[in-house]
């Protein structure tokens, strides 16, 4: 019982100054690359940096929880249009379930070239600030100019992540999505990937403490359902409404990111 408790503790510990060493880390890229970056890089070419710097760093901080035994990641079916970081390409929009606080980073530290949507008001947050007003698209509820944005970035070769529910998913509990995703699918014609989120432990969960890691590494498994043919999509609701359009999708996105199909 001691030695369990012991356990637990360290592994807690471990989990607390990982993410003390990941905050340290966005203060840096925060407010010393980024506004270099800004000066010296031209500015068509200044997102694609951002981006990939985002990218690596947080493949690292991956790769660091991995290889201290905090978590292991198991990624099925990983789609061939997602292991090319061209820009050339079209981006596609990646829609996923939100069971703990670091699905994002673990996607966007996956996927080469890939952008989220970020609350307003992480502009004023002194580790994410400059991040996320210089890559990302913010929900300021400003819904035409996000959506005029997406297209921007989807024709642009970036990838798009988006959280349908908007907040951490409760295991057990019934999703309620919102209809972002769909709504900019349909309004950029771009495919959509969904993914399954799941984690053998409930870990960095709505109202988890942090330190709560368990006794062994949790797995995280993403599992990477068949994409979404939005133009095959419409050729089969043509009949439909927009709107009726627009729930059906949001239903099948639903239907693929709250189980895994693989």
């Known amino acids: 019982m001691c030695k369990r408790r012991l356990v637990v503790f360290f592994r807690g510990l471990a ?48 790769s660091v929880m991995q290889k201290s035994g905090s978590i292991s990641i198991d990624v ?22 939100h ?8 996607l ?22 400059n ?32 959280f ?10 019934d999703m309620k999505l919102h209809k972002g995703a769909a709504m900019m699918a349909l309004h950029s014609k771009a495919d959509i990937i969904p993914v399954h989120i799941h984690c053998d432990y409930k870990f960095l969960a709505k109202h988890q403490k942090i330190y709560d890691a368990g ?7 993403l599992t990477f359902n068949n994409p979404i043919n939005i133009n095959e999509f419409f050729v089969n609701n043509s009949n439909l409404t927009e709107i009726k359009m ?4 949001n239903k099948i996105i639903k239907e693929n990111i709250s189980v895994s199909m693989i």
């Open 99 to 106: 069971p703990s606080f670091i699905d994002i980073v673990l």
């Open 215 to 221: 006794e062994k590494a949790v797995k995280y498994t």
């Open 15 to 62: 989990v607390v100054l990982q993410f003390a060493f990941f905050g340290a880390g966005a203060l840096v890229i925060n407010s010393l690359i980024f506004p270099c970056i800004s000066v010296f890089v031209p500015k068509e070419k200044q997102r694609f940096l951002y981006c990939d710097v985002i990218h690596k760093a947080w493949n690292f901080f991956s």
């Open 131 to 162: 991040i996320v007003k210089s890559l990302y698209l913010i929900n300021d509820e400003d819904n035409e100019k996000l959506l005029n944005d997406a297209v921007n970035l989807l024709n642009n070769g970036f990838n798009i992540i988006i």
């Open 76 to 97: 099925l079916n990983f789609p061939d249009a997602l292991k090319n970081s061209d820009s050339s390409k079209y981006g596609k929009i990646i829609v996923a379930n």
């Open 164 to 173: 349908p529910t908007g907040t951490r998913t409760v295991e057990g509990e």
């Open 108 to 129: 966007i530290g996956l996927l080469p070239n890939t952008v989220c949507i970020a609350k307003k008001e992480l502009k004023k947050n002194l580790f994410m600030g």
């Open 246 to 249: 627009r729930n059906r999708l």
